[in-house]
């Protein structure tokens, strides 16, 4: 548990301050709602647990337990409060874990009202923290190692699992990944993560990956560079957990006017290996959140904070904040970490100008923002200790395309990484659309994005119709030719990438060249092969003869590259050109399979006798060289036409 009284904002000499306060639109902004707490003081200390994110504020033997996740509280009396350093609740909240002195930890079985107590091993040194890394798995982390035990609650046993004996500095701790980091040396830059198995995943053990060295800046003759705890966060972006460590100028090191952030990749499956660097541009206090897969960066000194998405954007080339731009690409998948594989290091830049929080009443009154008061913790939590509020810092989607300079393609890029993307793409998409402010080579550009993404389904195609070209097309006043063009360009996209077209869209171009009297550009979208070749499109075509008897053909060679026999004789017979159903029938020898009552229902429905009798004889003749007689089987189901063609052929 953390103690609010401390400053988590790195800090270092103040160079130059460069970035300038934007106007706030509200895209960074804290939770309408946040969690109410007694304000820090000398005889109210309060704690934050980020497994559970919970805040403990004690007051005499009494704490209150307000819980971030829901919104509740609860209050419960513990005997020798005052001494509390740390408190913390087990996952399932069965046990409550507190440590009143350096040598030791008490459990508190609620339910059965009972204690008991583990002390550290002898010649660990003092427990610095300790963190429940399942619902009845716990570690101590002490100066001189880390102590990883089993809670029997019912029993009031403790049971020693693992332990290792390391010099520990500090240390952070992920509840999402499981992930202990500890710091060692006396530079503090070594660090040995551990990973600790969960029951759920069939094993209790602790795995002690490889240590890494983070790089510091130099030292000077009067400071030695030192990793503190207040540089390093643990951030999960897009399911990988990520170490970060902020790296300040110390004085008198001219060669270094900027703070960066460097990115460490951590897995169990390989070494620790940084991956990317955050270029702040500035110096000063920073603190680090992360909001929907988005690093945050604030900086205290001018009340700002930056972006950075390590899955969208491409490497600086200089100090201002790039304008990306898109082109085609292969079918990518999300995410697509924008970093290199090779070893080498990306450098990341701000991916818009630094903004300001949306601006905070409480009781009536702006608070005090990006305070010297504030903690910060993972994913997106801000105390302010002095004033007891808890927020969570959000970020409003659907305003980032008002602060980004950059294609509409890089965009769209940048919103897709986003939790809840599709109406913020959507409504981008219909602005493009009904203003006609985009080429169509940069809505292609967009629809190839959406439709490249590998075992996904990012926007279908029926919300692209109800929520893009739906109210496009019941626009009377839009030029019909920039629908098709726009409806082609789509279907252009959804070919490229392998996806089966829904019908609808076929519909939808179709109708509007008819209505347009443009036939003869459908035959050209057809010649070549805009339109791709499907059953329903041909249909669509053999329905368009009387309009445009070219488009009869059109559909009879698209069903023959489909290699649709069936939908082909049918096709014939519907218009009842029976001869040409049977030529085509026995030009690849299906003659001996022909339903004899589909082909004389034709001829009789065609009102020509004389078609019927060819159509007859001609079965009849099939009959005698098959089974030696003229006759039809009773399963063919032909006698209707039998008994006709007695009655108009008795004479012959």
Not at 314 to 324: D, G, I, K, Q, R
Not at 569 to 580: E, I, N, Y
Not at 586 to 610: H, I
Request: charged share 20%.
């Amino acid at each position: 548990t953390t103690l609010l009284y401390t400053i988590k904002f790195e800090q270092c000499e103040i160079v130059c301050v460069t970035c300038a306060m934007a106007s706030s639109t509200g895209l960074l902004y804290l939770s309408e709602n946040p969690i109410k707490f007694p304000p820090v003081t000398r005889t109210t200390p309060v704690f934050y647990d980020e497994t559970n994110q919970e805040i403990f504020a004690l007051d005499g033997d009494v704490v209150t337990v307000y819980s971030a996740k829901d919104g509740s509280e609860h209050s419960l009396t513990i005997d020798n409060a005052v001494n509390i350093i740390s408190i913390k609740y087990s996952v399932d909240h069965s046990l409550l874990a507190v440590q009143r002195s350096n040598q030791s930890v008490d459990f508190l079985n609620l339910q059965e009202q009972t204690e008991f107590s583990q002390n550290s091993r002898k010649g660990s040194g003092n427990i610095i923290g300790f963190n429940w890394t399942c619902q009845n798995q716990i570690v101590f982390i002490n100066h001189n190692g880390i102590e990883f035990y089993q809670v029997n609650g019912k029993q009031g046993k403790v049971r020693s699992i693992k332990a290792y004996s390391i010099n520990v500095n500090w240390f952070v701790y992920s509840p999402q990944f499981c992930v202990l980091v500890v710091s060692s040396t006396l530079s503090g830059n070594v660090l040995h993560p551990f990973y600790f198995k969960t029951p759920q995943q069939g094993s209790t053990n602790i795995n002690r990956l490889p240590k890494f060295q983070v790089e510091l800046p130099p030292s000077t003759p009067t400071q030695r560079s030192q990793l503190h705890e207040r540089q390093v966060s643990l951030l999960t972006l897009h399911g990988k957990l990520f170490l970060a460590v902020t790296k300040s100028p110390q004085h008198g090191q001219e060669s270094y006017k900027t703070t960066e952030i460097g990115l460490y990749v951590l897995t169990t499956e390989s070494n620790v290996n940084k991956v990317a660097t955050l270029q702040l541009g500035i110096t000063g206090r920073f603190a680090v959140n992360c909001v929907d897969n988005m690093i945050v960066v604030h900086h205290q000194n001018s009340k700002t904070s930056m972006l950075f998405d390590i899955c969208w954007s491409s490497p600086a080339e200089s100090n201002s904040v790039l304008n990306l731009t898109t082109t085609r690409t292969p079918a990518f998948k999300i995410p697509n970490f924008n970093l290199k594989q090779d070893g080498s290091i990306t450098t990341f830049r701000p991916i818009m100008q630094p903004m300001a929080i949306t601006q905070f009443l409480h009781d009536g009154a702006p608070c005090e923002l990006y305070s010297s008061s504030w903690v910060v913790f993972q994913p997106g939590i801000i105390i302010d200790a002095k004033i007891g509020l808890l927020w969570e810092l959000k970020m409003s989607v659907g305003k980032l395309s008002q602060h980004m300079v950059c294609s509409k393609p890089a965009l769209i890029r940048l919103l897709l990484h986003r939790r809840s993307y599709k109406n913020t793409i959507f409504c981008t998409l219909r602005s493009l659309v009904m203003t006609q402010s985009s080429k169509l080579s940069v809505l292609g550009d967009i629809f190839d994005i959406l439709n490249s993404v590998i075992d996904d389904v990012l926007v279908t195609q029926d919300e692209m119709l109800e929520e893009v070209f739906n109210p496009l097309l019941c626009r009377d006043e839009v030029d019909p030719n920039y629908k098709i063009s726009l409806i082609t360009e789509y279907i252009r996209s959804l070919r490229l990438h392998k996806l089966r077209i829904s019908y609808f869209f076929y519909e939808i171009i179709v109708g509007l060249l008819v209505r347009c009297n443009q036939l003869f550009r459908l035959h050209q979208l057809v010649q070549f092969q805009v339109l791709g070749d499907s059953a329903p499109l041909a249909c669509l075509l053999l329905s368009l003869e009387k309009s445009y008897q070219p488009a009869f053909l059109l559909g009879i060679d698209m069903l023959k590259r489909l290699k649709d026999t069936a939908g082909i004789t049918d096709a014939l017979l519907k218009k009842h050109d029976v001869t040409s159903a049977l030529q085509y029938a026995c030009s690849l020898n299906q003659e001996d399979s022909m339903e004899s009552a589909k082909f004389l229902q034709s001829a009789v429905d065609s009102g020509d006798n004389v078609l019927f009798y060819t159509t007859y004889q001609f079965f009849v003749a099939r009959n005698e060289r098959l089974r030696k007689s003229p006759e039809f089987l009773p399963d063919e189901g032909v006698g209707e036409f039998v008994t006709l063609y007695k009655a108009l052929f008795s004479e012959l």
